[in-house]
């Protein structure tokens, strides 16, 4: 299992429902800034998935896009709903991967005419290979709701721009024609996580579309009779598939140095961490000669007053995360606050301040990271005592 989680954005709550489906064990995830996900476990699998709604639009996608890349440190980069289709060849329920990403919008006007200036996108190669084998395989079939027959898999661009496309007639829909001829699809938020992704460093991601509509005025009988929905559930089912070839494949991809070594070059490993639970990482490093000081001075490091109030951040970061409930929190305060006052009344205190904090480490047992940290406040205290 790989320790980088998937992060999948959808625009409607719709959505975003037929993608919580194929999760199991979630939990809210909550971010400083209002927005909620929700991590999970894909069902059936060993990938974990960090899912967010962006809502409608290029703008708030790109946002949030740069929130969960951010906060989650994804390997890739999902975004899975509806879109119409732009020709007769693609019908409803069918799913639409996106090979490229078209921007539509830009343009300038000028006295002959509007003159499109595009900006584009295109699939990285891995997920791209990944999707077209499970469209060979059929294997993304599995996570379709049971009886529904297959639907048809295309790969081709898709159009995103910021207008609800309803007509096959319409200027809008005569110049999308006309200046993207080859797009599949329309839809209002790919190209704002496309943009996301690559400023990124080019983080792998993928657009997965099932066809509620035909873009050609039908929209309100093609929802009416329920296909949203449908095409919501058919583009969650791949996308799920998707995401966990996408965590298999981090999963086994060579350490660093593994090549150098098969081919005789430098035989010394790459060094390889990874930083989990709001872990915080001071350095990473490869070799060292002499000693090392970081941060702070060694004394610092053993004064378990100090180290207690570290906890206490600590632990506010770990009920934000809900890895802690708040009678627990509760209850480690006051332990926390008694272990400060028998320290400070010197060596007489620090018996039954040890004995605090082992109550405490007791409290903490089920988040390692922070039973840990009350273990070294306790060989602190041993130290000095």
């Given at each position: 299992?790989?320790?980088?989680?998937?992060a999948?954005?959808?625009?409607?709550?719709?959505?975003?429902?037929?993608?919580?489906?194929?999760?199991?064990?979630?939990?809210?995830?909550?971010?400083?800034?209002?927005?909620?996900?929700?991590?999970?476990?894909?069902?059936?699998?060993?990938?974990?998935?960090a899912?967010?709604?962006?809502?409608?639009?290029?703008?708030?996608?790109?946002?949030?896009?740069?929130?969960?890349?951010?906060?989650?440190?994804?390997?890739?980069?999902?975004?899975?709903?509806?879109?119409?289709?732009?020709?007769?060849?693609?019908?409803?329920?069918?799913?639409?991967?996106?090979?490229?990403?078209?921007?539509?919008?830009?343009?300038t006007?000028?006295?002959?005419?509007?003159?499109?200036?595009?900006?584009?996108?295109?699939?990285?190669?891995?997920?791209?290979?990944?999707?077209?084998?499970?469209?060979?395989?059929?294997?993304?079939?599995?996570?379709?709701?049971?009886?529904?027959?297959?639907p048809?898999?295309?790969?081709?661009?898709?159009?995103?721009?910021?207008?609800?496309?309803?007509?096959?007639?319409?200027?809008?829909?005569?110049?999308?024609?006309?200046?993207?001829?080859?797009a599949?699809?329309?839809?209002?938020?790919?190209?704002?996580?496309?943009?996301?992704?690559?400023?990124?460093?080019?983080?792998?991601?993928?657009?997965?579309?099932?066809?509620?509509?035909?873009?050609?005025?039908?929209?309100?009988?093609?929802?009416?009779?329920?296909?949203?929905?449908?095409?919501?559930?058919?583009?969650?089912?791949?996308?799920?598939?998707?995401?966990?070839?996408?965590?298999?494949?981090?999963?086994?991809?060579?350490?660093?140095?593994?090549?150098?070594?098969?081919?005789?070059?430098?035989?010394?490993?790459?060094?390889?961490?990874?930083?989990?639970?709001?872990?915080?990482?001071?350095?990473?490093?490869?070799?060292?000669?002499?000693?090392?000081?970081?941060?702070?001075?060694?004394?610092?490091?053993?004064?378990?007053?100090?180290?207690?109030?570290?906890?206490r951040?600590?632990?506010?970061?770990?009920?934000?995360?809900?890895?802690?409930?708040?009678v627990?929190?509760?209850a480690?305060?006051?332990?926390?606050?008694?272990?400060?006052?028998?320290?400070?009344?010197?060596?007489?205190?620090?018996?039954?301040?040890?004995?605090?904090?082992?109550?405490?480490?007791?409290?903490?047992?089920?988040?390692?990271?922070?039973?840990?940290?009350?273990?070294?406040?306790?060989a602190?205290?041993?130290?000095?005592?």
């Open positions: 299992m790989t320790h980088r989680p998937i999948i954005l959808t625009a409607l709550d719709l959505e975003y429902q037929a993608v919580r489906k194929h999760l199991a064990n979630v939990r809210t995830y909550r971010h400083p800034a209002g927005t909620r996900f929700e991590v999970g476990m894909l069902a059936g699998g060993h990938c974990q998935v899912l967010g709604l962006a809502g409608k639009g290029n703008q708030p996608a790109a946002v949030l896009a740069e929130r969960a890349i951010t906060e989650f440190s994804p390997s890739s980069l999902l975004f899975v709903g509806v879109a119409g289709a732009l020709w007769p060849a693609i019908a409803l329920g069918d799913v639409v991967v996106a090979t490229h990403v078209y921007a539509y919008h830009g343009g006007s000028e006295d002959d005419g509007f003159k499109a200036r595009p900006r584009v996108w295109e699939m990285p190669h891995e997920p791209d290979q990944i999707a077209r084998h499970l469209y060979r395989s059929e294997l993304w079939a599995r996570r379709l709701p049971r009886g529904v027959a297959v048809k898999v295309h790969f081709g661009p898709i159009a995103a721009g910021e207008v609800v496309q309803d007509s096959a007639v319409s200027e809008h829909a005569r110049w999308v024609r006309q200046t993207y001829n080859d599949l699809a329309i839809e209002m938020e790919a190209a704002g996580v496309a943009q996301a992704a690559h400023l990124n460093r080019s983080l792998p991601m993928a657009v997965v579309r099932g066809i509620s509509d035909r873009a050609d005025g039908t929209k309100a009988t093609s929802d009416g009779s329920g296909w949203q929905p449908k095409a919501a559930a058919y583009a969650a089912a791949f996308a799920a598939a998707l995401a966990q070839e996408l965590a298999q494949e981090e999963h086994h991809r060579e350490p660093d140095g593994a090549f150098e070594q098969r081919r005789g070059g430098p035989t010394v490993a790459g060094v390889r961490n990874v930083a989990r639970d709001h872990a915080r990482v001071g350095a990473q490093i490869g070799h060292v000669h002499g000693n090392v000081t970081i941060g702070q001075s060694p004394g610092a490091a053993l004064d378990p007053l100090a180290q207690l109030a570290e906890l951040h600590r632990l506010t970061a770990a009920l934000k995360a809900e890895m802690v409930d708040e627990t929190v509760a480690a305060e006051d332990e926390i606050a008694l272990a400060e006052s028998l320290l400070d009344a010197g060596e007489h205190g620090s018996g039954t301040a040890l004995i605090a904090l082992k109550r405490l480490r007791g409290l903490l047992a089920d988040v390692s990271a922070l039973a840990s940290h009350v273990s070294s406040i306790i602190a205290v041993h130290r000095t005592s």
